[in-house]
């Protein structure tokens, strides 16, 4: 059974920092992974869709790459800004006909000004 | 900016009460998806839905839960009788021509249960 695991639960950096989120998912057999945001009590906002034949995703000061072999993807957000701050999630696509997606817990970002 | 809607943003229900959670998804997308987040918890599958059926189920979705396309904008999760654990935030996504497309999702709809 596929799991999502993401490290850390949370974060604090200063503002104007670079930094690393990390996804991890057990079962490497994935069609794609997505990236979202989610600011407390709000949905769910779409970052990033990463197919599986690709490595990486950009949108503006946000990347993300997945290494589907060893089960992980990281969401990279350069030069942070306090708005940044929120819980973000990664979530995985099992199958091409499969439109469940598996999430993680997420990862709590804190970004001080 | 198209987005998904979704009615009411807070319902308070007794136990045992049905309720019924509304969305309108974004009007040219074919899939439909209903998840939910119990607090402090993982946001986890209940249902996807296409061309008027279910496509596919969790073990969550069982006989107290249902879905229907009412009309051509409408997507709504019915709970017949609710339970105290069914309190949580229930979201309903959808996405496009693909059923591997990008999923956007609506604000969700705190369902509380006393």
């Known amino acids: 059974k596929q799991e999502v695991t993401q490290i850390p639960a949370a974060l604090s950096v200063p503002e104007g920092e670079n930094l690393v989120l990390n996804c991890s998912f057990t079962?490497?057999?994935?069609?794609?992974l997505q990236w979202f945001r989610q600011d407390p009590g709000k949905g769910l906002t779409s970052l990033l869709l990463?197919?599986?034949?690709?490595r990486e995703q950009t949108s503006g000061r946000l990347n993300a790459s997945l290494d589907k072999s060893s089960g992980r993807s990281t969401l990279y957000i350069a030069a942070s800004q306090p708005g940044d701050s929120a819980t973000y999630l990664c979530?995985?696509?099992?199958?091409?006909?499969?439109?469940?997606?598996?999430f993680g817990k997420g990862t709590k970002l804190s970004v001080k000004p | 900016e198209p987005e998904v809607t979704q009615t009411p943003s807070h319902q308070v229900t007794q136990m045992g009460q049905e309720v019924i959670l509304r969305c309108v998804p974004i009007?040219?997308?074919?899939?439909f998806y209903w998840y939910r987040q119990i607090l402090g918890q993982k946001v986890e599958f209940l249902v996807s839905?296409?061309?008027?059926?279910?496509?596919?189920k969790s073990e969550i979705f069982d006989d107290q839960f249902s879905v229907e396309r009412p009309d051509g904008s409408n997507f709504t999760l019915k709970i017949r009788s609710t339970k105290l654990e069914d309190s949580a935030m229930y979201f309903c996504?959808?996405?496009?021509?693909?059923?591997?497309?990008?999923?956007?999702f609506g604000p969700g709809t705190r369902l509380t249960v006393l």
């Open positions: 839905f296409y061309n008027n059926e279910i496509s596919e």
């Open positions: 979530a995985v696509r099992q199958g091409r006909s499969q439109g469940n997606l598996i």
């Open positions: 996504a959808s996405s496009g021509t693909r059923i591997y497309n990008e999923q956007f």
């Open positions: 990463i197919q599986s034949s690709q």
């Open positions: 009007s040219n997308h074919l899939y």
């Open positions: 079962d490497s057999a994935i069609y794609n």
